[in-house]
T-cell receptor, first 112, second 115 residues
Framework: DQQVKQNSPSLSVQEGRISILNCDYT??????FLWYKKYPAEGPTFLIS?????DKNEDGRFTVFLNKSAKHLSLHIVPSQPGDSAVYFC???????????FGSGTKLNVKP | DVKVTQSSRYLVKRTGEKVFLECVQD?????MFWYRQDPGLGLRLIYF???????EKGDIPEGYSVSREKKERFSLILESASTNQTSMYLC??????????????FGPGTRLTVL
């Protein structure tokens, strides 16, 4: 039973527009969330994180929003660039778990 | 530049063979992890290790074992490979402390095909 879900396997966006990637979780104990980006033939690389004491964290073009009551987080990329085309994984954890739970990933395609 | 390397990018093995996947990190990390990535299922944790000779089962340890004799090296062993172990295998490492809160650094992955 997946505790972290990314219900959109793929997303296509025009260059310069906003990309919004969504992630839902079921375990209310999760208190730390990350997004990873994965290019083909490479391992995932860390993108941005957020702690449950915040509802927003921003890093350049990337912003993560956390809605604890809805058990939902989203990653916004503004403006989207062709180099952002990759698979994005969200992950969640809690102190007692000592590990991350990953979603199934969303493949983002940014069209020039 | 931090690095996690995996011994093979692609591997083809026959059913019943013993398979070794090697992972080496140069960041002096205490925690190391093995995941498999399958379409629609994301990354699933097989085993992790928080110190030399220490290991803990992840979510799908069946059919796998691990070895950590040196801090920088973490090996995944398929004792008798089966076709349902065909997958992408990813190794990761992170700093000392609760693995829950430390960013993990990933290797490039090994695409294993079991025929």
């Amino acid at each position: 039973d997946q505790q972290v879900k990314q219900n959109s396997p793929s997303l296509s966006v025009q260059e310069g527009r906003i990309s919004i990637l969504n992630c839902d979780y079921t375990n209310s104990m999760f208190d730390y969330f990350l997004w990873y980006k994965k290019y083909p033939a490479e391992g995932p690389t860390f993108l941005i994180s957020i702690s449950s004491i915040k509802d927003k964290n921003e890093d350049g073009r990337f912003t993560v929003f956390l809605n604890k009551s809805a058990k939902h987080l989203s990653l916004h990329i503004v403006p989207s660039q062709p180099g952002d085309s990759a698979v994005y994984f969200c992950a969640a954890s809690a102190y007692n778990f000592n590990k991350f739970y990953f979603g199934s990933g969303t493949k983002l395609n940014v069209k020039p | 530049d931090v690095k996690v390397t995996q011994s093979s990018r692609y591997l083809v093995k026959r059913t019943g063979e013993k398979v070794f996947l090697e992972c080496v990190q140069d960041m002096d990390h205490e925690n190391m992890f093995w995941y498999r990535q399958d379409p629609g299922l994301g990354l699933r944790l097989i085993y992790f290790s928080y110190d030399v000779k220490m290991k803990e089962k992840g979510d799908i340890p069946e059919g796998y074992s691990v070895s950590r004799e040196k801090k920088e090296r973490f090996s995944l062993i398929l004792e008798s490979a089966s076709t349902n172990q065909t997958s992408m295998y990813l190794c990761a490492s992170s700093f000392r402390g609760r693995a829950s809160y430390n960013e993990q650094f990933f290797g490039p992955g090994t695409r294993l095909t079991v025929l």
